[in-house]
């Protein structure tokens, strides 16, 4: 089995950070670039590359500065996080008040199906109650009618006193 040549130069990117043409450099030593940040291993790596350098912009930062960077995306990431698990937490208070409100309506509705069959029921009984008042006030209007009746008749009965001299 032949071996692959070791053709590869593994250079860390962005390749415009660099003084030199680092792509013309590749073709003229018939090397193939991998960005080494985000290469696995260094399989097949040329032994023999080209010196490159980085352009001062891109060096001017210190180790501190990058670390600085560094902290404040860390420390980014934990109030993103933190933020995060604040909105799960609202959002499942949120749920819980939505099912509690669920619950109330349906509550208010029966409620309200059973006020409305009270409502009913005393209807129908004050109904009742009119017409048993009327009913008596008949009854006993009837029963002053024939007690007036008999009292005319009693005292058409009765010889009339004659009036002493």
């Keep these: 089995m032949e071996k ?3 053709n590869i130069w593994y250079l860390a990117g962005p390749m415009f950070q660099y003084n030199e043409d680092v792509k013309a450099l590749a073709r003229q030593a018939g090397l193939k670039i991998i960005d080494a940040n985000v290469a696995v291993d260094r399989a097949n790596a040329a032994a023999d590359v080209p010196e490159v350098t980085i352009k001062a912009e891109y060096i001017d930062q210190s180790a501190g500065e990058r670390g600085a960077t560094a902290a404040e995306l860390m420390a980014a990431r934990a109030d993103l996080l933190a933020m995060h698990d604040d909105l799960q937490q609202r959002e499942r208070e949120l749920a819980a008040e939505k099912e509690r409100v669920a619950k109330q309506a349906h ?3 029966l409620a309200s199906a059973r006020n409305a069959e009270q409502a009913r029921a005393n209807e129908a009984e004050a109904q009742r109650l009119r017409d048993e008042a ?3 006030q008949a009854a006993k209007d009837a029963a002053a009618a024939q007690s007036q009746v008999a ?6 009965d009765k010889p009339a006193k004659t009036a002493k001299a």
């Design 151 to 156: 009292t005319a008749n009693a005292t058409a």
């Design 107 to 109: 509550e208010n509705d």
């Design 4 to 6: 692959d040549p070791e």
């Design 134 to 136: 009327a009913s008596l």
